[in-house]
């Protein structure tokens, strides 16, 4: 069942002397050893690292967008958005774009595509060390996520969505009760970065926490340590 949730724009985990940003053995963010004839994988576009909006003013547009166009998402903003929420910054350590409660990354991140160019309809798991993407689930199940999430219709509406995940005994190994905190920092941090990179792209998205959370996880075909955290549904204004 769902913990209580500290979620939104917080103070990083890292840096404020109580967390050690040490990095830990890889282990998280891996897509599983699968048939390969039985999942697709698809090499993302390779993540910029400039842009066309400035921080400061991808702070001043971000706004919770309910209300998205019917124009299809670009494969290419798919990538920047994941990269953004999850990927790899320093390929040397494997450290992210968001800090990590002693880079031990409870997180994984998942794609909900319904309309996006080049991609098929499905549910994808995101792999941040190869930049790829490993389809799980097939079919336009936004729907489904929906109706899960309290009939909020707009994540229907919306080409896609991504949904943050997290596995709490990753982080619990090194922290103990103190990791459901770091946790939920860390979501936070993810889901400001999907959203001022959102801003960036001339896309839009609105964090939702408001689901239920067996329904969710039953949907993605979430593994039994993992939890969801966010729904962020993602379009055009």
């Known amino acids: ?91 040397s350590r494997g450290l992210r774009t968001a800090p990590s409660a002693g880079a031990t990354y409870p997180l994984e991140t998942y794609l909900v595509a319904g309309d996006v160019s080049g991609l098929t309809a499905g549910i994808y798991r995101y792999d941040p060390r190869t930049h790829r993407l490993a389809q799980t689930g097939a079919g336009d199940v936004r729907n489904d996520l929906a109706a899960a999430a309290l009939s909020q219709s707009f994540i229907a509406e919306a080409p896609a969505s991504i949904v943050i995940a997290c596995a709490y005994a990753r982080t619990e190994q090194r922290y103990g009760d103190r990791a459901e905190r770091y946790v939920h920092m860390e979501a936070g941090h993810a889901a400001q970065n999907l959203a001022l990179q959102a801003v960036s792209l001339g896309l839009g998205t609105v964090p939702v926490g408001a689901f239920r959370d067996d329904p969710v996880a039953a949907l993605l075909e979430l593994p039994a340590e993992e939890e969801p955290l966010y729904i962020l549904p993602i379009g055009r204004p």
């Open 1 to 91: 069942m769902s913990r209580s949730m500290m979620l939104g724009l917080v103070l990083p985990v890292c840096g404020f002397g109580l967390v050690a940003c040490v990095p830990v053995e890889p282990g998280d963010g891996a897509i599983p050893a699968t048939d390969e004839d039985a999942v697709q994988e698809v090499v993302l576009p390779e993540a910029a690292h400039t842009g066309r909006a400035s921080l400061e003013e991808a702070i001043v547009g971000r706004r919770s967008l309910r209300s998205f166009g019917a124009e299809p998402l670009r494969l290419e903003d798919v990538a920047q958005l994941l990269w953004a929420t999850q990927g790899v910054t320093d390929t």
